[in-house]
């Protein structure tokens, strides 16, 4: 599985942002995929994550009701929706292919394959 992201950039604070996420090498409805940021000196956070057939969602809890995750399957991509960006969200974001969804996040840090990932900057 490939994972490659897009979409990052320099915004001001309440922002919003839309990260791409394009799959390949695997047919992608057929995956979990999930998003996970890190920032220079912090620990992996788990952002979001949708599973494959029920479609469900997870959120980390400093996202949601900002963040929306969705899939588009036709055209191989998952988009992060990011809304009201603050500064400490700068970090770089990645995109990665967990065994599923939980609400821990566990999978999707562990997963076995992820992007470079995309730089998202935050500052006034």
């Known amino acids: 599985v490939q994972l490659v992201e897009s979409g990052g950039g320099l915004v001001h604070p309440g922002s919003s942002l839309r990260l791409t996420c394009a799959v390949s090498g695997l047919p992608m409805e057929s995956l979990a995929i999930g998003w996970f940021r890190q920032a220079p000196g912090k620990e992996r956070e788990g952002v979001a994550c949708?599973?494959?057939?029920?479609?469900?969602?997870f959120y980390g809890d400093s996202v949601k009701g900002r963040f929306t995750i969705s899939r588009d399957n036709g055209k191989n991509t998952v988009y992060l929706q990011m809304n009201n960006l603050k500064h400490e969200e700068t970090a770089i974001y990645h995109c990665?292919?967990?065994?599923?969804?939980?609400?821990?996040?566990?999978?999707?840090?562990?997963?076995?394959?992820w992007g470079q990932g995309t730089q998202v900057t935050v500052s006034s």
């Open positions: 949708i599973n494959v057939q029920e479609e469900s969602t």
């Open positions: 990665a292919e967990p065994k599923f969804c939980a609400s821990s996040f566990y999978y999707v840090l562990a997963a076995r394959y």
